[in-house]
């Protein structure tokens, strides 16, 4: 099921065309990483999203519903990169607090909290938690009502490795549940492993949609050999292969995608010579160069 859907969506800013005929979908259960440049359009179209902004022209639903109604809220949950409560409150008053407003018992507030990893530091106040610990609050307050659509704009800057791997995880666990996820960042690492889907924005238009292996093929990238030689064969393996030296024992060389098999087969060929062998296809910043230089000229 699709739950959100954007066709021809277009937003001009006086003689700018922020958004220029984009169309998208995200699936229920659908996590999708949107990427592109400062300006490229990404708020403007998470703002066309969340009905704080109209289109020009297009059209966007949310689960069949205009942005900005009743329903469309109630289903669209947002968190923004640096959310902002009143440090006065404590965690768990915060999200008690937000509850009420949904609607749904206060009492909610103690699972909310635990399920984001605040259970020790729910009763201190917001004033002293750190940056990460403050988007962990802005997360459980997004999870308020189960929502069908997650719109997130870069909600892990700042945060060490060890809370964005637990905030991944929860992200995860909410596609499983069915969860559609629109998730903006420049953290183009971490979202390479965490995203069925890649959107480019670049200059107002989507210059590319699918997944990263289709992204990859259309590309064509060439595609990175590293070696390790037996001691002392490594400037034979080099000369054999057409490779680079690296580092004693290192060996380095690339090929195009079609090419692959063959460069193996020869690897293959010179036995006990080599010790060991790492593949290594374009990463997703290769593949985001790619696409957004493509669309500029």
Not at 123 to 143: N, P
Request: glycine share 10%; aromatic share 4%; proline share 4%.
């Amino acid at each position: 099921m699709k739950i959100l859907i954007l066709s021809q969506l277009t937003k001009l800013f006086g003689p700018l065309r922020a958004l220029d005929a984009v169309d998208l979908e995200v699936a229920a259960g659908e996590r999708v990483a949107l990427l592109g440049h400062n300006g490229a359009g990404k708020s403007t179209l998470m703002k066309i999203v969340l009905g704080i902004l109209d289109g020009n022209g297009g059209t966007v639903q949310v689960a069949g519903h205009r942005p900005g109604e009743r329903v469309a809220r109630e289903m669209t949950a947002y968190l923004p990169e640096n959310v902002a409560f009143h440090p006065a409150l404590t965690g768990r008053e915060q999200i008690r607090l937000y509850l009420r407003l949904k609607g749904e018992p206060a009492a909610k507030a103690a699972e909310l909290l635990e399920r984001v990893g605040l259970t020790a530091a729910m009763d201190r106040r917001i004033g002293t938690y750190s940056k990460g610990m403050r988007q962990r609050v802005g997360l459980a307050q997004a999870l308020i009502g189960r929502p069908k659509l997650m719109v997130l704009d870069e909600p892990t800057s700042g945060l060490d490795p060890v809370s964005r791997h637990d905030f991944y995880t929860v992200l995860d666990d909410l596609a499983r549940e069915g969860t559609a996820i629109l998730h903006s960042s420049h953290a183009l690492t971490e979202v390479e492993a965490r995203t069925d889907r890649i959107a480019i924005l670049s200059r107002g238009r989507l210059v590319a949609n699918d997944t990263l292996a289709a992204l990859r093929q259309a590309a064509q990238l060439p595609i990175q050999i590293h070696l390790v030689a037996r001691h002392g064969e490594a400037d034979a393996v080099a000369a054999q292969l057409g490779g680079t030296r690296r580092n004693g024992s290192r060996v380095e060389l690339t090929c195009q995608p079609a090419a692959k098999l063959a460069s193996l087969s020869a690897i293959t060929g010179l036995g006990s010579a080599i010790e060991d062998v790492d593949v290594i296809p374009p990463s997703l910043e290769a593949l985001y160069t790619f696409y957004s230089q493509g669309s500029a000229q």
